[in-house]
């Protein structure tokens, strides 16, 4: 099964992506995740991508395409694979569709996460991650266990699993989501039209609790 994980920033991609993992039992491909692994490496590629990703541009088509090429002729991508935050233009769509053709598959699935932009900034703004694992905490909305009553920071913001620390992302700012939503509207949108003859498009609403989410996305699965 392959399925597109889709949603503007701070839909809850990430934070729903290891359920949909644990359930269907393919992996996650996350194209943010792997820039920033290369960003945090220093190789040619984080370089090149860096400045962009910053600011809240989109890396260009070439570049993504080729990470995703790379990743999913990895044997664990054979049942198929959940793509987080990949397709993010047309042409990428079309490199994705005609890349499955080969193989003579197809998207399966899209599920659409749709917030109201207002929401996302409290979100975005609120978002800890824990570097490693990819796995996303909220000051508010899904605090760690450590935090307790007290202030968030370094010291207490720790990873549930491995108690390790948190941090932010450099494009987690106000300025970089203004960005970000630009592109998201302006690019990515118009994918949820190239999909939707094909009756693969699912639209959920994810301005609910993770909980409430969850069961809508549980019911597509
Ligand atoms: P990427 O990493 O893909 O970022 P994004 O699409 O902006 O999405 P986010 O990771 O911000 O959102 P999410 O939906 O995963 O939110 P999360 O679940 O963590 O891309 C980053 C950058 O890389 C791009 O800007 C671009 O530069 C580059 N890039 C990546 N892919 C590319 C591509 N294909 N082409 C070109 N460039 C590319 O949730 C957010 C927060 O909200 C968390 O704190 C969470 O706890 C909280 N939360 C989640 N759900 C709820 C809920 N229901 N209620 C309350 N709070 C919630
Ligand atoms: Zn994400």
Known sequence: KIMILFGPPGAGKGSHAPKIVATL??????????????VAAGTELGKQAEGVMKSGGLVSDELVVSLIKERISVADCAKGFILDGFPRTMEQTKMLDAMLAEAGDKVNYVVALEVPDAVLAERICG????????????????????????????????????????????????????????????????????????????KIDANRPPPEVWSSIEKVL
């Open 25 to 38: 039992g393919i992996p996650q491909l996350s194209t943010g995740d792997m820039l920033r692994a290369a």
């Open 127 to 202: 978002r800890w991650v824990h570097k490693e694992s990819g796995r996303s905490y909220h000051i508010k909305f899904a605090p760690p266990k450590s935090l307790g009553d007290q202030a968030p920071s370094v010291e207490t913001m720790l990873d549930d699993e491995t108690g390790q620390p948190l941090m932010q992302r450099k494009d987690d700012t106000e300025e970089a989501l203004k960005s970000r939503l630009e592109a998201y509207h302006a690019q990515t949108v118009p994918i949820l039209g190239h999909y939707g003859p094909a009756g693969v498009v699912h």
